[in-house]
């Protein structure tokens, strides 16, 4: 499995490096939508759309959605929606510590799953393209998320199955562990450190910058976490299996529904603080 898991990220990694070099910002929205609207497939058959029609229409709007925020995301309220999304986030980690003390027993989400998927998807999707789109950093920056996350996440889960003993969550996802979660946090360390030294960064930018990062990272953990939880609900073990050795798109990008967010957010307020 890891073998698969490996030949299926040497093939996928260059096709979305080079999409984010050397695409457009409209022809990486379109190559981006597509993904979201694989996922959005995918969350609909987790939370019970199970008709051909049903999941077509989920997959329909989530793609409306996103053209109606791509035409308006210059307006006032779309440049601030990665914000507003943290609320979000704050609300699904409520529901996941909520879960795991109630250890699943008589837990029921407080909203829909359709419209928790659109929450998911959307801000994530907009915060990647307002990202990408934010010359002369933009691409450079996207480029830095993509190997922080992937860092930590391969960090994770080798420090995981090699220490793992203390269970972060086990009523939502057994195999996470404490270990794991400082293992990719030891990661992201590194990898801040070096790219804002190689941006010739100063010291109190760095002591900025790199809290940033462990916060993205600490959201990207939220987010697996998350879909974790909505698949446990929906008794499915893999979101889909169009990855072989990784499942579906979902539990490729899931990590990142909340990395993007938080950290095109805390960069706005860095900015904005200057």
């Not at 990202?131 to 994770?156: C, N, Q, R, Y």
């Not at 400082?182 to 010291?203: C, E, H, K």
């Not at 798109?249 to 990395?259: G, M």
């Amino acid at each position: 499995m890891l073998k698969l898991r490996i030949i299926t990220a040497l093939v996928l990694i260059p096709v979305f490096v080079l999409s984010v070099l050397y695409m457009s910002t409209i022809w990486f929205a379109a190559f981006m939508a597509i993904i979201m609207a694989l996922a959005a497939w995918e969350w609909a058959g987790i939370i019970g759309y199970k008709q051909l029609l049903q999941r077509s229409g989920y997959v329909m709007l989530i793609a409306l959605i996103l053209g109606a925020a791509f035409r308006y995301r210059l307006s006032p309220l779309l440049c601030w929606a990665s914000i507003i999304a943290l609320f979000w986030w704050l609300c699904a980690a409520w529901m996941v510590v909520r879960y795991q003390r109630q250890q699943g027993l008589g837990f029921h989400l407080v909203i829909p799953g359709g419209t928790i998927g659109v929450l998911v998807l959307v801000p994530a999707w907009l915060s990647l393209i307002m990202l990408h789109a934010d010359e002369p950093e933009g691409i450079k920056l996207v480029l830095f998320l993509l190997v922080l996350i992937w860092s930590a996440d391969i960090a994770a889960y080798f420090c995981g199955r090699r220490w793992g003993k203390n269970k972060l969550c086990d009523q939502v996802s057994p195999g996470k562990s404490w270990e794991g979660v400082f293992g990719a946090l030891f990661a992201a360390t590194i990898v801040a450190l070096t790219y804002g030294l190689s941006q010739s960064m100063d010291s109190l930018d760095i002591l900025i910058f790199v809290p940033i990062c462990l916060l993205t990272v600490m959201a990207s953990v939220l987010g697996d976490l998350l879909e974790s939880l909505i698949k446990r609900l929906g008794e499915v073990k893999d979101s889909g299996s169009i990855l072989p050795g990784h499942g579906g798109v979902l539990d490729r990008i899931d990590s990142l529904t909340a990395a993007l967010p938080v950290f095109l957010s805390a960069l706005y307020l860095w900015e904005a603080s200057k």
